[in-house]
């Protein structure tokens, strides 16, 4: 089966086309993958824009989908529409939405809504081969600029979320913290280019929620810490900033998921999201998760931030497991979790 995901969720107009074959093993090959990413129009206002991001959404849409599509597959090729319709910001959410109701139509395809956070649950089962009863049970981590998510997966479909954060996402964090130090918007790239000439043990910022024993989160807190110490120190170390801040946020979300991985007896830990693309954090929990002799799944850097790829692969999931809800009438769901 061949599907054609679209996602609008955020500030790219992200549309793969990705064919897939099987039930609780899905097999997956991508196609063809574009991404248009609008940072450098949101970029002067520190952050994206809603109604911005719509309009760019819909002149984007059809030329992104000729992209996808190229000179080899036409949309007759395409058996099913997947969709983000949430998490997201509204109206730009609702520019994809109505792009893929009106291809549907026009072509008389399928199309099913799609949670953006199972795009990203599922993201790490993409590109590589695997044996279901050797990944589950799993803990999945989901980190981004609007989640911060840890869940059990029982199997591919089920899930229980043991822990969320209570305020900032860990994108956020980043995002907020890069504009305390005058880096451009998004902060998490910036953040982390900056760190590696840095020393993440030059500043004892908090560990938050470390302490306690639910797996949930706090980084408002974190940011705040950051913000006083730059007040208080005038002369300081912009370098040193971005490495023990990175550093704070790697030790809290790699000890809450190993403490879970351990807790849940899980097989594998999955790891997906925006925030995903660190090196640093991908190689400090690979560290770990090497001693507890499970597997640790993630996907490449460009399926951790947003694509359409992840959202024709979680379609394609539900859909074949009888979880997806073919509509005619897609609503945007802004605030849409786990
Ligand atoms: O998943 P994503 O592309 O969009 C959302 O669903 O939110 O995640 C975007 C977030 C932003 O907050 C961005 O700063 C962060 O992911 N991010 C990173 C890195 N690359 C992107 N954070 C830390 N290190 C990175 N290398
Ligand atoms: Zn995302």
Redesign the pocket.
């Known amino acids: 089966m061949k599907i054609l995901g679209i996602e609008t ?4 107009t992200a549309l793969a086309l990705v064919e897939a074959s099987g039930k609780t093993k899905p097999r997956f090959k991508i196609l063809a993958s574009a991404v248009s990413s609008q940072i450098k129009i949101h970029r002067p206002f520190g952050g994206v824009v809603p109604n911005l991001a719509k309009r760019e959404h819909i002149k984007n849409l059809p030329i992104v989908l000729k992209r996808v599509l190229g000179k080899k597959y036409g949309m007759k090729d395409v058996d099913l529409i997947a969709v983000t319709n949430g998490p ?1 910001l509204e109206p730009a959410l609702w520019a994809g939405i109505n792009f893929a109701l009106e291809l549907g139509e026009k072509y008389k395809k399928l199309v099913v809504p799609v949670n ?2 199972e795009g ?1 649950l599922y993201s790490p089962l993409i590109e590589g081969k695997f044996e279901a009863k050797s990944i589950y049970p799993a803990v999945g981590l989901i ?5 911060t998510i840890l869940v059990v997966q029982k199997n591919l479909t089920t899930w229980e979320k043991i822990g969320e954060t209570l305020d900032d ?4 964090s ?2 907020k913290v ?1 504009r305390l130090l005058g880096l451009p ?8 280019k900056l760190a590696k000439s840095g020393k993440p043990d030059a500043i004892p910022f908090p560990r938050p929620m470390t302490k306690t024993k639910n797996y949930d989160f706090s980084f408002s807190g974190l940011k705040t810490a950051v913000l006083y110490y730059l007040r208080d120190n005038p002369k300081y170390k912009k370098a040193d900033v971005a490495a023990s801040f ?1 550093q704070s ?1 790697i030790d809290v979300m790699v000890g809450k998921a190993i403490r879970a991985a351990r807790e849940y007896r899980a097989k594998s830990v999955f790891l ?10 991908r190689g400090a929990l690979e560290k770990e998760i090497k001693k507890l002799k499970i597997k640790f799944l993630t996907p490449s ?1 460009k399926l ?3 694509n359409g790829t992840m959202i024709a692969a979680a379609g394609y999931i539900n859909l074949i497991n009888g979880k997806a809800r073919p509509a005619k009438e897609i609503v945007a769901e802004s605030n849409l979790n786990l």
């Open positions: 969720s955020c500030d790219e997201g953006h956070l990203h980190i981004s600029g609007g989640h996402a860990v994108g956020e980043y995002d890069a918007y998004p902060g998490g790239p910036e953040i982390e990175e946020t997906g999201g925006g925030v995903a693309a660190n090196m640093a954090l850097l951790s931030t947003d």
